[in-house]
């Protein structure tokens, strides 16, 4: 079955740096636009990055725009985001998924806190 293992957070400074990985498996891969999203304590999940399946195109959240990076490897069905010049408001559970029409269950997700 579909299986997303995310990991990588942890409790960083702001102004500090992270880099998150996604393992996912049950799914063909290479055919899936990727993302990365993330939910806070008493807010929605909201998409924070996406990358198409060649890795050609991404976007990204306005909020973190300029400080994410997402990027993917095929061969080894792993995603990634680099998170540069945290922000207290970063702060979140982050999980990754099919970029258009996620897949059930999600995973465990990965917390960040962005905290001094």
């Known amino acids: 079955q579909v299986q997303f293992v995310e990991s990588g957070g942890g409790l960083v400074q702001p102004g500090g740096s992270l880099r998150l990985s996604c393992a996912a498996s049950g799914f063909t891969f290479r055919n899936y636009a990727m993302a990365w999203y993330r939910q806070a304590p008493g807010k929605e999940r909201e998409l924070v990055a996406a990358?198409?399946?060649?890795?050609?195109?991404?976007n990204y959240a306005d909020s973190v725009k300029g400080r994410f990076t997402i990027s993917r490897d095929n061969a080894k069905k792993m995603v990634y985001l680099q998170m540069n010049s945290l922000k207290p408001e970063d702060t979140a559970r982050y999980y990754c998924?099919?970029?258009?029409?996620?897949?059930?269950?999600w995973g465990q997700g990965t917390q960040v806190t962005v905290s001094s």
């Open positions: 998924n099919a970029a258009r029409t996620p897949f059930t269950p």
């Open positions: 990358i198409s399946t060649g890795s050609a195109n991404t």
